[in-house]
């Protein structure tokens, strides 16, 4: 049995930060490094450098796995990686704290048929930028073999895990034009949200495309709580059963988690991501807390390999 580690370092310095305190709490064997130079390459270089330093010096074996904008060939190598690596008996932690969504998805959708759960740790910044974050989105996208059971008689409701950008919000509606949208905005005033995740920025967008105030509905959510927001996402997915259903994470990364979640209970929904193409390097600061989720695959899932 191996005890792996699968992380995907960027230019944060929390990426190091986090590792050593993955290393704290479990003695891992294997480690799977993400490797990716699409953004602010020779900084996240710098971290891949420590941490695979690090790993040498505790006997840690490393395997890398290189991806880059190449959504399909992505897609390739990590099925190859999690096919021919992971055993049915292996204990897998997914670092999840700089990692793309598209990414965290994919891993998901091919560990689940080799073993039972994975443990999730995500790791808070102690601040973010307090000018910009991420800019310039790109097309969203539906994420491959997550498309969902499209109906044509169905009408299309967006559920969006609002995040600091409306522009996202924006972007989302003029692609898949729904005619109802629900807004998860994340609770509490963590990072100056209040102010920098503001409802009613992202109905005004809704209203602008031309939504009506009744096809716009909102509800609060907590993707820090024990279990990343799922219950939330999930009551929404409920009502709306009789929709087309496209889902997309653009909070608190653990909401990610959550919408996978919901995935698996409900395979008809689409999974959508919206990757931007720039990044502030000064995106955040320092280390915060810590958080843990177990995440359980239907038996069926891992029986079927």
Same mark, same amino acid.
């Given at each position: 049995?191996?005890?792996?580690?699968?992380?995907?370092?960027?230019?944060?310095?929390?990426?190091?930060?986090?590792?050593?305190?993955?290393?704290?709490?479990?003695?891992?064997?294997?480690?799977?490094?993400?490797?990716?130079?699409?953004?602010h390459?020779?900084?996240?270089?710098?971290q891949?450098?420590?941490?695979?330093?690090?790993?040498?010096?505790?006997? %840690?074996?490393? &395997?890398? $796995?290189?991806?880059?904008?190449?959504?399909?060939? #992505?897609?390739? @190598? *990590?099925?190859? =990686?999690?096919g021919?690596?992971?055993?049915?008996?292996?204990k897998?932690?997914?670092?999840?704290?700089?990692?793309?969504?598209? %990414?965290?998805? &994919?891993? $998901?959708?091919?560990?689940?048929?080799?073993?039972? #759960?994975?443990? @999730? *740790?995500?790791? =808070?910044p102690?601040?973010?930028?307090?000018?910009?974050?991420?800019?310039?989105?790109?097309?969203?996208?539906?994420?491959?073999?997550?498309?969902?059971?499209?109906?044509?008689?169905?009408r299309?409701?967006l559920?969006?895990?609002?995040?600091?950008?409306?522009?996202?919000?924006k972007y989302?509606?003029?692609?898949?034009?729904?005619?109802?949208?629900?807004?998860?905005?994340?609770?509490?005033?963590?990072?100056?949200?209040?102010q920098?995740?503001?409802?009613?920025?992202?109905?005004?967008?809704?209203?602008?495309?031309?939504?009506?105030?009744?096809?716009?509905?909102?509800?609060?959510?907590?993707?820090?709580?024990p279990?990343?927001?799922?219950?939330?996402?999930?009551?929404?997915?409920?009502?709306?059963?009789?929709?087309?259903?496209?889902l997309?994470?653009?909070?608190?990364k653990?909401?990610?988690?959550?919408?996978?979640?919901?995935?698996?209970?409900?395979?008809e929904?689409?999974?959508?991501y919206?990757?931007?193409?720039?990044?502030n390097?000064?995106?955040?600061?320092?280390?915060?807390?810590?958080?843990?989720?177990?995440?359980?695959?239907?038996?069926?899932?891992?029986?079927?390999?």
């Amino acid at each position: 049995m191996k005890n792996i580690l699968i992380l995907y370092p960027s230019w944060e310095s929390r990426s190091y930060s986090g590792f050593l305190r993955d290393m704290e709490k479990s003695s891992f064997s294997h480690s799977i490094i993400i490797r990716n130079a699409t953004h602010h390459y020779d900084e996240a270089k710098k971290q891949v450098e420590e941490i695979s330093k690090k790993c040498t010096e505790n006997s %840690i074996d490393i &395997s890398y $796995l290189d991806i880059n904008s190449d959504v399909a060939n #992505n897609w390739r @190598i *990590i099925e190859e =990686k999690i096919g021919t690596f992971v055993d049915k008996e292996d204990k897998i932690s997914i670092d999840i704290t700089t990692m793309s969504r598209n %990414i965290v998805w &994919s891993l $998901l959708y091919f560990l689940r048929t080799k073993v039972k #759960n994975v443990e @999730i *740790i995500y790791h =808070k910044p102690e601040t973010y930028n307090n000018d910009w974050i991420s800019r310039e989105p790109e097309q969203p996208r539906l994420l491959f073999k997550h498309s969902g059971i499209y109906d044509l008689s169905k009408r299309t409701t967006l559920i969006l895990v609002t995040g600091f950008d409306e522009d996202r919000t924006k972007y989302m509606l003029y692609k898949y034009e729904p005619q109802k949208v629900y807004l998860l905005v994340q609770e509490g005033d963590q990072f100056n949200n209040e102010q920098r995740n503001d409802e009613s920025a992202h109905r005004i967008v809704c209203e602008d495309f031309g939504l009506s105030k009744d096809n716009i509905l909102s509800k609060r959510i907590d993707s820090y709580s024990p279990d990343f927001g799922f219950e939330v996402v999930e009551s929404v997915i409920k009502e709306e059963n009789l929709s087309n259903v496209i889902l997309a994470s653009f909070g608190p990364k653990p909401s990610a988690i959550a919408a996978y979640r919901c995935y698996m209970q409900h395979p008809e929904i689409a999974l959508c991501y919206l990757p931007c193409k720039d990044y502030n390097i000064d995106y955040c600061q320092g280390i915060g807390e810590s958080l843990n989720y177990s995440l359980n695959f239907p038996i069926e899932d891992a029986l079927s390999n």
